[in-house]
């Protein structure tokens, strides 16, 4: 009985020395762990910019059967938040800055354990190197559950080393799963907008969408103004040599509206049109091979490109409709010159004038007055359509 009382109090001894030596050590922390994804950058950056992909690689919620995990109205961008339930304790995040395509920066607290979290993309050979950095102080239970596991860079680094892994993977089938299919040439209607114009970077084109769009929402939103349609940018030019192009940016209206003279917000109308049209499903990244698509398409075809602008793209499902960069929808259409259908021409023959000699002995014919006969006009063309 005493030799028990021994051990229990040699254990309960080594536990208080262990506490204390746990307790004293520093709780501050670095972990930092990179790798190569086979994805665009752009499309890497966008993807870990929305909370609502990170169930798809953060490996604490794909190996957590039982999480719960909530989201606020803003997942992308800064001021974008996420929390969640798990078993093994609560956790958030927020994004407090971004760099377009370029860098990261978030908070996370995860029971009494604070953090800075900072994203880093950049191009290289073989796809995007991503460095994902954690800067912190442990709580004191984290202290203890680190020294028990090997340390806190290989609790921290083994999580990070399987996201990044999951991350590649998720990339590597949602961004580079795309379709591109020929719908020929089409008639597009008449659509009214709202928009903005400008002239960009053709690098920032995707940028600037994203700031243009929830104006225009709110916008419309603000004045009642009725959305009859998807999101879409018409690319006046296209100058890929400069790198430059010059774009609205809109939202398809029921109403044609007027709005007064120096908004930074344009209402107009873009007159039906003919055009050879390509549906992209997939992500953003391959509209330049839907585009080239179409281009090939007309030129295939020998018909004429009408020069009243470069190019039209209607985003019909995109990022608010499914998360899935590989069920996105996108319509490309290069508007054409109508072919003229040329005049048929009807060959009618002159009539000859007979004369006749009435017989001494019979009474004069009455003349029978024949029908005026009126030459039938030849068909009008169609009008051509108005641009």
């Not at 596991?149 to 961004?175: M, P």
Request: proline fraction near 4%.
């Amino acid at each position: 009985m005493r030799i028990l009382k021994y051990i229990f109090l040699l254990l309960l001894l080594s536990l208080v020395a262990l506490s204390i030596f746990i307790a004293t050590q520093k709780g501050d922390f670095l972990v930092e762990r990179s790798k190569i994804i086979n994805s665009p950058k752009a499309s890497v950056y966008n993807y870990v910019n929305d909370y609502r992909n990170w169930s798809d690689f953060g490996s604490w919620t794909s190996e957590d059967a039982e999480i719960k995990i909530n989201y606020p109205q803003n997942t992308i961008g800064k001021g974008a938040s996420y929390s969640w339930e798990g078993e093994d304790g609560n956790g958030q995040m927020r994004t407090i800055a971004v760099k377009e395509n370029d860098s990261i920066a978030q908070t996370m607290e995860f029971e009494g354990t604070s953090s800075m979290i900072s994203w880093h993309f950049k191009d290289t050979i073989g796809g995007t190197k991503v460095t994902w950095k954690s800067k912190g102080k442990m709580s004191f239970f984290f202290k203890i559950y680190a020294a028990l596991n090997g340390g806190v860079d290989r609790v921290i680094g083994a999580i990070y080393e399987k996201s990044l892994t999951n991350l590649d993977k998720a990339l590597d089938f949602e961004i580079n799963t795309f379709s591109t299919i020929d719908n020929g040439i089409v008639q597009k209607p008449v659509m009214n907008y709202i928009g903005q114009t400008f002239t960009c970077e053709l690098t920032k084109v995707n940028k600037n969408f994203k700031i243009v769009i929830p104006k225009l929402t709110a916008f419309c939103e603000k004045n009642n103004i009725a959305v009859n349609g998807k999101p879409f940018i018409i690319y006046h030019t296209y100058d890929t040599a400069a790198g430059l192009t010059k774009i609205t940016i809109g939202i398809a209206i029921r109403d044609l509206i007027f709005l007064s003279a120096g908004s930074d917000i344009v209402a107009g109308k873009l007159d039906a049109f003919e055009g050879a049209k390509t549906t992209l499903t997939g992500d953003y990244s391959h509209l330049k091979t839907a585009f080239n698509k179409t281009n090939n398409y007309v030129n295939q075809n020998k018909l004429s490109p009408n020069p009243v602008f470069s190019h039209l793209e209607i985003y019909a499902t995109g990022k608010n409709d499914v998360k899935n960069p590989s069920k996105w929808v996108t319509e490309v259409y290069v508007p054409i010159m109508p072919k003229v259908i040329p005049q048929e021409k009807t060959y009618y023959p002159a009539a000859n004038a007979a004369t006749t000699t009435a017989a001494p002995t019979a009474p004069a014919a009455t003349p029978v007055k024949k029908a005026a006969t009126e030459e039938p006009k030849p068909k009008a063309i169609d009008d051509e359509f108005e641009f």
